[in-house]
Each structure stands twice: as structure tokens, then as C-alpha cells.
């Protein structure tokens, strides 16, 4: 069976060089392109040579046309506007884009959503297993608390993380506006600062840390009166995330067109 050949978007950085690591080590895939900005100081930069898995014969461009033509799926952690852009010239070519990308608005997820109506898209703020299951978790401990239980989510990330909250603490603020059957933008709270009030009873919090070099650590705290549950999710090492998003396109390939997300690649049911 032949290789499902994969474009890494953004190859030059933290998370594009790890994609290019995992795609070397997962069998049935194999690295056809790697995409950067124009004017990046890598362009035409070996891209396993930039991984450090040494000379792969894949050259680092800004020209997604011919990648695109000649591939089966790209995986994307990149920021908005660059996955928007690819996301349209993947569904022309009806390739496969696994999408890890955070900070994404209405209108970048409604572009999404149009492009999946001729192409396989798996999106999702976290790639990783574990963060995953603790979403299935969180869902499930929201519906059997109940409103009277406040339900925090607390993040840390590296000091270079651009967006917050992050796109996995927002994907469980979903998990748990889904498991009291409420939308989150009428429940979330971003910000508290000055003379807030008391808390709002259903009110799902939002907390967000930043600082050296932590990969991703996040905690949902659910606190009734007299006790609290915390559930905990902690990531050492960005291979995790690569892994997931290579695994997705993997599941994806051969697929009818559709908007998925990790619970769908991992077949966790949303009971």
C-alpha cells in the first residue's frame, strides 16, 4: 500500500519540526512538502535536517501549488489566516487537512465549515489522547454535578503562546458547557479584575498563566460546597500533539468530506 503523503505547514517551527519527526517515525505516511511564510529566514532549508533527523530530500518552500497538487493531507499548527488560506486550496485539491491551529474566530470556523463540504477537515484544540478522554471526563462530571458545582479551567503555557484562553482550555470549556446542555459563550468568563460581585451561579471560568517554557498543563476544577474535584492534564512532550495530528490525517484519508474532530478520530461517542 502506498504511503499517504503529508505537507507540514509552518515547518520551521516548535510544533512543524515535531510533525516532521513523527511523520518519520509512524509507518504509512511520508513527508511530500514543507511549507513556510514568505520571506522565512528556513526556505530552502532541508526540512529533516531542521527536524534533526538529518537530509530527508524535502525542501522547506513558501509555494503551496505544486505541494498541494502532488499530496494526499496537510497538518497545520499554525495561526488563522495561514490555515484558512491552505484549508481553501486543500479542499480544491480534496486532500486531507488536520487542523491543531488555536485562536481561531466565527469566521475562520464558518470558512472551515464551508471547506469541509468538499474535503475531510479534523480540527481540534488539543491532539493529544489524554486531553481527549479528559474532555469525555469533564463532560461527563458536568452533567452529574449540576449548576451548583463551579467549574474553573485553569492554563499554563510557554511565555511564547499567543492566544488564550487556549484552544484545549476552550475545548474543554465546551466539554462542560455541553455536559449542563448550555451554549459556553453564554456561560464563560474570561475576565475578573476589580470589585466583580460574587460568582454567577453556572458561570464556567476561564483562567490563563504564561511563563518559560511549559509545553501545556491544564486543570478543570469543579468545587461544590464543603469539597473539589480537579481533573488534570499535564504535557511534557510536544510529540504527543504531532503524533495525534498525524495519526488524524491517517484516519481521515479515504473518508466522505466532513468537519471531525478528535473525539470522532478516537471514537469517544458524546453520549
Do not use: C
Amino acid at each position: 500500500m502506498t504511503d499517504m503523503r503529508l505537507i507540514v505547514l509552518g515547518a520551521s517551527g516548535r510544533m512543524g519540526r515535531a510533525l516532521t519527526r513523527a511523520i518519520a517515525e509512524i509507518e504509512g505516511v511520508t513527508l511530500a512538502g514543507a511549507l513556510e511564510r514568505e520571506g522565512s529566514a528556513h526556505l530552502g532549508a532541508d526540512a529533516g535536517e531542521l527536524a534533526g533527523l538529518g537530509p530527508l530530500g524535502v525542501r522547506v518552500t513558501d509555494d503551496p501549488l505544486p505541494l498541494v497538487a502532488h499530496a494526499d493531507g496537510v497538518v497545520d499548527f499554525t495561526a488563522p489566516a495561514a490555515t484558512v488560506a491552505i484549508a481553501e486550496l486543500a479542499a480544491q485539491a480534496r486532500i486531507v487537512h488536520v487542523v491543531g491551529t488555536t485562536g481561531l474566530s466565527e469566521t475562520d470556523l464558518d470558512r472551515l465549515d464551508a471547506v469541509a463540504r468538499h474535503a475531510v477537515v479534523v480540527r481540534s484544540g488539543n491532539m493529544s489522547l489524554g486531553v481527549n478522554l479528559l474532555a469525555a471526563l469533564v463532560r461527563q462530571a458536568a452533567r452529574a454535578l449540576g449548576p451548583d458545582w463551579d467549574i474553573e479551567v485553569l492554563e499554563m503555557h510557554h511565555r511564547a503562546k499567543v492566544d488564550a484562553p487556549s484552544g484545549t482550555a476552550l475545548l474543554l470549556g465546551e466539554a462542560a458547557a455541553e455536559g449542563r446542555e448550555v451554549a459556553l459563550k453564554d456561560a464563560s468568563v474570561r475576565v475578573r479584575d476589580g470589585h466583580t460581585g460574587p460568582r454567577a451561579e453556572g458561570a464556567i471560568g476561564f483562567a490563563t498563566l504564561r511563563g518559560g517554557s511549559v509545553v501545556g498543563e491544564h486543570t478543570v476544577i469543579l468545587a461544590g460546597a464543603g469539597e473539589r474535584v480537579e481533573l488534570v492534564h499535564r504535557a511534557e512532550d510536544r510529540m504527543i500533539f504531532a503524533r495525534g495530528a498525524v495519526k488524524a490525517a491517517l484516519w481521515g484519508f479515504g473518508r466522505k468530506p466532513g468537519h471531525y474532530s478528535m473525539a470522532d478520530v478516537l471514537g469517544l461517542q458524546r453520549d
